[in-house]
């Protein structure tokens, strides 16, 4: 269902574009898809759209720009009210909702980077330590939000879902590339549990880059993380 | 009009606990404010109500916390729904709000934070220079949403209003304290106007602390917190 002219310019391999695919699947509105080349020369559109930060994700909405990828998934639930609520309903919920998006941009995004950009095993290790500490807060937070249904959002996908969720393809390049496990049964089971139904959801299934797709795109020349490419080399010989 | 017992964990210098009572005092609503004193140790009520970051300021609805000022800031607005609206009805206008205030979240603490670092005159123009670059950028911004009003939220105080607003009593303290001027005719015109309004509300006015105050407070426990500033030469 569409209101309007919708376009979405945004990159494949970015989470922040998917949190973007993610809302707009889930209201099932009609969109283009306008693909940046990552890494290459941004488009007039680009530029034009967001020109305080030069960066996608940008939802286009009659020709009307909307930045930042959880602005752009509030947007997209406020505008397209006849499908189920991305965020919850009552206030409070939806305090915590926002909070708990807000810790995934501060802390996981930065911590996930760390681990794709770290040299060497010692300082892996170490990040990785830092990373699961973070992990285990939400592990919390899914046990408090989820009430012990399958998502942050209860039965449906919901908001901290999509802004925790759009990392699961990286976190999977990073089990892979670097043979070591974000969760575990231990300390975080419900995650570990989650990240699954997650992927699977027929919403996201489609839309989520494979892993072996992810870590080619790590490894390639245009991307800068020569950890996972000395993993990955090590790894063959 | 309370909706049950209210309680705000504050700092009486934080801009941003400044947010929140902005907003209560928006709506009218009643509250009992408690003062930590965060070089005395936080509180115990800090720290559980806030675990994951322990920072101030936290709202307490009837024993419920929420944290970070401008989620509190949209609670409030979405709680207390008589009196006027914070964030705007449109979806549109909604978004824009927001990217506006996450921009001030990114950008003017940390502009500021450069100014009370600056320990030479190079350093202090730099800061400047950076603060310029943001406030080109709000101010418009401020042209677009306030479409000709005294605020970004129109006639009455809205959501960019608050999230930048809050630091206005600071913008005051770097003016005085390093004699520079952070708005100006040249490149500021409308924010300049709008600092003035926006102190002069009857909302801001009885609770934004002075600035003699605050510069007090900068001197003598921000700065040397910080280990900065050499004095200025006379």
């Given at each position: ?96 909702d ?35 500490e ?66 699977a ?37 | ?25 928006l ?12 070089r ?24 419920r916390?929420?944290?970070e ?7 409030i ?82 959501y ?12 005051k ?62």
């Amino acid at each position: 269902m569409t209101k309007g002219d919708v376009k979405l310019l945004g990159s494949w391999a970015s989470p922040y574009v998917l949190r973007a695919k993610f809302a707009l699947k889930l209201k099932s509105v009609d969109y283009e898809f306008l693909e940046e080349n990552p890494g290459g020369v941004k488009s007039e559109l680009l530029l034009n759209s967001n020109p305080v930060h030069k960066r996608v994700p940008v939802l286009l909405h009659c020709g009307k720009p909307i930045s930042e990828s959880l602005l752009i998934v509030q947007y997209i639930d406020e505008v397209w009210t006849d499908c189920p609520s991305i965020l919850s309903s009552d206030p409070y919920d939806r305090a915590i909702d926002q909070f708990w998006a807000a810790y995934v941009d501060e802390k996981v995004y930065p911590s996930m980077r760390a681990t794709l950009t770290a040299e060497g095993e010692e300082a892996r290790a170490e990040v990785l330590t830092k990373f699961k500490e973070g992990l285990v807060l939400l592990e919390s937070a899914f046990v408090k939000c989820s009430k012990g249904k399958r998502f942050f959002g209860g039965d449906q996908i919901g908001y901290v879902d999509i802004a925790l969720g759009a990392f699961n393809g990286w976190f999977k390049v990073i089990e892979k590339a670097f043979n070591v496990k974000l969760f575990d049964e231990a300390t975080t089971p419900n995650l570990l549990l989650w990240v699954d139904t997650f992927l699977a959801h027929p919403a996201i299934n489609d839309i989520m880059p494979t892993t072996e797709k992810l870590l080619a795109f790590a490894t390639s020349i245009a991307f800068p993380f020569p950890a996972i490419k000395a993993a990955a080399a090590a790894r063959i010989s | 009009m309370a909706k049950g017992d209210v309680k705000l964990l504050g700092t009486w210098a934080s801009p941003f606990a400044l947010r929140v009572k902005i907003a209560l005092k928006l709506k009218s609503v009643d509250y009992e404010y408690l003062e930590e004193n965060l070089r005395g140790g936080k509180s115990e009520l800090l720290l559980k109500s806030n675990p994951v970051h322990k920072k101030i300021p936290v709202l307490l609805h009837g024993d419920r916390p929420v944290c970070e000022s401008l989620v509190i800031v949209q609670y409030i607005d979405e709680v207390w729904t008589y009196g006027p609206s914070i964030l705007p009805s449109d979806p549109y206008d909604r978004a824009i709000a927001r990217f506006w205030a996450a921009y001030v979240e990114d950008k003017v603490w940390l502009s500021m934070r450069a100014f009370m670092t600056a320990n030479d005159e190079d350093a202090r123009v730099e800061a400047v220079a950076k603060f310029k670059e943001v406030s080109v950028l709000l101010e418009d911004a401020f042209v677009k949403s306030s479409k000709g009003k005294p605020f970004f939220g129109g006639d009455e105080i809205g959501y960019v209003d608050i999230a930048f607003g809050a630091f206005a009593g600071w913008f005051k303290v770097i003016e005085k304290a390093l004699n520079v001027e952070l708005f100006d005719e040249a490149t500021t015109p409308n924010l300049l106007a709008w600092v003035v309004a926006f102190l002069a509300h009857p909302a801001i006015e009885d609770i934004i602390p002075s600035t003699d105050k605050l510069l007090e407070f900068a001197t003598n426990v921000v700065l040397p917190s910080i280990k900065a500033v050499a004095p200025a030469s006379q």
